[in-house]
């Protein structure tokens, strides 16, 4: 698969900055409005992808390849496996949220949230939005290797499915 | 330090093989002997975590560990409900992670020499860990999804790990077969979870297990649990998978699926015992003066599959010519014999007549310490298998002979095997069949014969296999072959090591790990009353 | 049409009864009782009344997923992990 | 007569046809469908337990007040198909996998020669 045709190349170029924004937000928001990590990061994932389509596996494989893309899986992945281990030593147990509701801790997320407020605050929910955007650069990782490595590995014109 | 390794053991132990699969990936970049050395330290230091885990068990009863911190009853004493996710570590739970711990670090300690030829192995390692990982988690868990999720990391990592030599076909057919069978089952649980939840909202086993009623959804989510958990434990007539999983994935990594095996069964236990333990005296039908107590029905229909099993097992392995899979149905076999103990407690356990309760605990003790046995016999096995494919490229009995001239330890590693597991004394596998032979023998003689027959049975089928591997003139072929590197060597060294420890000494593991073990599982009140704070 | 497939049908038809009768006789729907009143469900009310407070996040259902059963969630990335690593270890080159 | 249960009926729907082509189809990529369709009938359960009348979603942001629907299960239901998701892309893998090696994706023909 070389890619499909100029105008699909052209309109997926252009409307992939905007695919990455708007799941970038959905990662960012997780603790404030619907989304989270996951769902941000399929969103990015799936901009990824629609690039992939647009110019073939060949192309993308020359631009990233799956072995940096697990590089920065493994990075998202012990981020978050550190955050929980930082509440083991600064907190009383493993997950424990150690920055919510703290204004001392470097005032990041820290803020107390009045309860039954309905207003927006992104500065609260401690450990919550660091883990979504360790989770968001795992995800997106993730997802794409696996879209990538499968697209490579079935694609005909490079003769790699031999039957 | 030691203070705190010991609080927050039960964390780390799931924890730090996790930091090790992400890290092997890093590390493997910088040097294969650097990441192997690496992998090995996670392994061992999770080891040497789940000792001191099982001595704060010893010492202390059971340990409850919350994740996030708090309380681990956020309700009252009458009312009572847990939020957070729970490990809660009781004896059995302890001796199961023993098996989980052991396991592990023989298959790591064997790849370094096993693997040197494969490419890949910085996500082979990422994976072993993986399932190293999950299988603690199953067995660590106090929480019902949580138990689900470490499901799947095991049954996918190991699939993959299975389909690993993608050049045969038949590898990553058994994988398929393998995938297909866990995805279904785990889907099941998760069913059986749902309907828990639905009616007692709650998703923490002891929980459950205090709240529950046994209506009609109970015996559906009861019916689904068993069968899928006797799926992923491989109880006949569901064993079809292990046979291709274990014959056609590497030897090293079989090892480690021996472990998750037993971890299905590990998890059908708990739900017999503890979710539904107050449950089990529940009668169920009144012929004239006869009750018929759930207990009854439930052993006497794993009773029938075990004897199944291990029938199958045995006249399988004995008509296979293709050395791992005849382990694999061996494997089978050994998987009826805990069965069989543990239907044969359930039978009894409604009994008045004390001879008979105390046969039915002796059955469970053996039954439990089978558990144990099976898993380092038939691992020793499989490493052997794995060693003579290593040396010779072959695992069909028809094309090897005369290997004990040239591969003198493994000859002898797979005797001491050969003799466990078709429990002959010295070894581990007398003792703890001996016990199951001897209670169930009071209970039901007819199924204690069976069980002995058979399991001369399988003796018959590996000194015909230790004939015409080891013995026998050499073929032409497999004149050059040489003995496998130093590192397999100690790995198959650990297991044979334990094994004849056990053998030679099983009073010390009956007394310090088995029968707190069995008394753990009998204990249900136990189990709840350390999460609600009920006496 | 052979033994196995009459086995196969067999068994699927007892499985698929089953099913049904079991959604018959399933929780109620809307968690609502008799009065039109929430049904009590501790555990979800006691995370709904408390998420604001103990974790700060407004989205409740993040709190649930990242803190009070967070350690799932590292099991769920975890999966996600094994399954990259093994498609990838599965579409490798085999020779060195 | 109440109709409370009819979303656990289109549960059972779910859930029976993926069973009826993992059990009966021959062809491998119905298979994996099968699987999905169970998945998804198992999700629908889920998030169906968790559900309350007249609810909002359980987020405090611009919420409009009154009652909340539970939280927990749709947790549950996000890890359950972000699990669904690494299932999947496995099964499809071998599925290349098998189709290279044999050439069919007909269960008839490929079979395992005992040894």
């Known amino acids: 698969m070389s890619g499909m045709s100029k105008i699909v190349k052209t309109m997926s170029a252009v409307v992939f900055p905007f695919i990455m924004i708007f799941g970038l937000y959905v990662i960012a928001h997780g603790h404030l409005t619907p989304g989270g990590g996951f769902q941000g990061g399929a969103v990015v994932a799936s901009a990824c992808v629609m690039i992939l389509v647009a110019y073939g596996s060949v192309w993308t494989m020359k631009k990233i390849k799956e072995k940096h893309l697990s590089i920065f899986e493994s990075l998202g992945a012990i981020g978050f496996i550190s955050l929980a281990f930082f509440g083991l030593v600064f907190g009383s147990a493993f997950f424990y949220n150690f920055m919510a509701n703290t204004q001392g801790f470097l005032g990041i997320f820290g803020d107390t949230v009045i309860p039954a407020s309905t207003a927006a605050d992104i500065n609260t929910a401690g450990l919550l939005p660091l883990m979504n955007f360790a989770l968001g650069l795992k995800v997106i990782a993730g997802l794409f290797a696996i879209v990538l490595v499968m697209a490579y590995a079935t694609n005909k014109s490079k003769g790699g499915d031999k039957k | ?535 | ?96 | ?115």
């Open chain 4, 1 to 115: 007569m109440n109709v409370f249960f009819v979303p656990y009926l289109a549960v059972a729907a779910l859930i029976i046809i993926g069973l009826y082509a993992v059990i009966l189809k021959r062809n491998l990529i119905k298979i994996v469908i099968g699987i999905t369709l169970i998945e998804s009938g198992v999700n629908l359960f889920l998030i169906t337990l968790g559900f309350r009348e007249n609810s909002t979603a359980p987020i405090y942001t611009s919420s409009p007040g009154g009652i909340m629907s539970l939280p927990v299960p749709q947790a549950l239901t996000l890890t359950s198909i972000v699990i669904g998701v690494a299932v999947l892309a496995l099964m499809l893998t071998l599925v290349i996998h098998i189709y290279r090696h044999y050439g069919t994706l007909d269960v008839r023909k490929i079979k395992e020669v005992e040894e």
């Open chain 2, 1 to 535: 330090m030691m203070d705190f390794l010991t609080t927050h053991s039960p964390a780390l132990i799931v924890a730090i093989p996790l930091l090790g699969a992400f890290l092997t990936p890093l590390i493997g970049k910088i040097n294969d002997k650097v990441r192997n050395i690496v992998v090995i330290l996670f392994v061992a230091f999770t080891t040497f975590l789940i000792a001191l885990l099982i001595n704060e068990v010893a010492t202390n009863g059971i340990v409850t560990y919350v994740f996030g911190g708090g309380v681990a009853n956020i309700g009252t004493l009458e009312a009572p409900y847990a939020i957070r996710i729970l490990f809660e570590i009781d004896g059995m739970n302890a001796f199961m992670a023993l098996i989980a711990g052991i396991l592990p670090l023989a298959a790591v300690i064997y790849s370094w020499g096993f693997m040197k030829e494969e490419t890949g192995q910085d996500k082979y390692y990422t994976l072993i860990l993986l399932m190293t990982a999950g299988m603690l988690g199953m067995i660590l868990t106090g929480d019902l999804f949580n138990f689900f999720v470490f499901l799947e990391i095991t049954s996918i990592a190991s699939c993959a790990l299975i389909a690993f030599r993608t050049d045969n076909k038949y590898s990553v057919q058994a994988g398929f077969k393998y995938i297909v069978i866990s995805a279904i089952g785990a889907l099941f649980v998760l069913f059986a979870i749902a309907i828990f939840y639905g009616q007692y909202d709650a998703l923490n086993m002891a929980i459950i297990a205090n709240n529950i009623t046994y209506g009609f959804l109970d015996k559906v989510a009861l019916v689904i649990l068993i069968a899928a958990l006797a799926m992923k434990a491989g109880l006949a007539p569901m064993h079809m998978w292990i046979p291709d999983a274990y014959g056609r994935s590497p030897a090293s990594v079989t090892i480690v699926l021996v472990g998750a095996t037993l971890a299905g069964l590990y998890g059908g236990l708990r739900v017999i015992f503890t979710i539904y333990g107050q449950q089990l005296s529940t009668v169920l039908h009144k012929i004239e003066e006869i009750e018929i107590h759930l207990s009854q029905i439930l052993g006497a229909f794993i009773l029938a599959l075990a004897v199944l099993s291990i029938f199958i097992g045995v006249f399988m392995a004995l008509k296979r010519s293709d050395f791992k899979k005849m382990i694999a149905y061996a494997a089978v076999a050994e998987i009826g014999y805990m069965f069989l103990a543990i239907g044969a407690y359930l039978i009894t356990i409604s009994s008045e007549d004390p001879q008979m309760l105390a046969a039915g605990i002796q059955s469970l003790k053996g039954g439990i310490f089978h558990i144990l046995n099976d898993s380092l016999d038939v691992g020793l096995l499989l490493l052997v298998a794995g060693s003579v494919y290593f040396a010779t490229k072959q695992t069909s009995l028809n094309k090897l002979g005369g290997l004990a001239r040239n591969m003198k330890y493994t000859t002898i590693f797979f005797v001491i095997g050969l003799l466990a597991v078709s429990g002959m004394p010295p070894m581990n596998g007398f003792a703890s069949k001996l016990m199951i032979y001897q209670s169930t023998f009071q209970i039901n003689p007819i199924i204690s014969i069976i069980a002995i027959l058979c399991s001369i049975m399988l003796l018959a089928a590996f000194v015909k296999v230790f004939q015409s591997i080891f013995l026998g003139p050499v073929i032409p072929s497999l004149k050059n072959v040489k003995e496998v590197p130093k590192s397999m060597l100690i790995g198959m060294g650990i297991i044979a090591c334990i094994i004849i420890f056990i053998g030679l000494f099983p009073n010390i593991v009956i007394e310090n790990l088995v029968t707190p073990a069995t008394n753990a599982l009998q204990d249900t009140t136990g189990y709840i009353s350390a999460i609600t704070g009920g006496v």
């Open chain 3, 1 to 96: 049409m052979n033994n196995r497939d009459t086995y196969a049908i067999i068994f699927f038809a007892i499985v698929a009864v089953a099913f049904i009768f079991t959604a018959f006789n399933a929780p109620s729907f809307g968690l609502m009782d008799a009065d039109d009143q929430p049904i009590d469900r501790p555990m979800d009310d006691k995370i709904i009344e408390s998420a604001q407070e103990e974790v700060g996040a407004n989205n409740a259902v993040t709190s649930v997923v990242f803190d009070y059963r967070g350690f799932d969630t590292l099991g769920e990335a975890t999966v996600l992990f094994a399954a990259v690593a093994g498609v990838i270890i599965l579409f490798r080159r085999l020779k060195k």
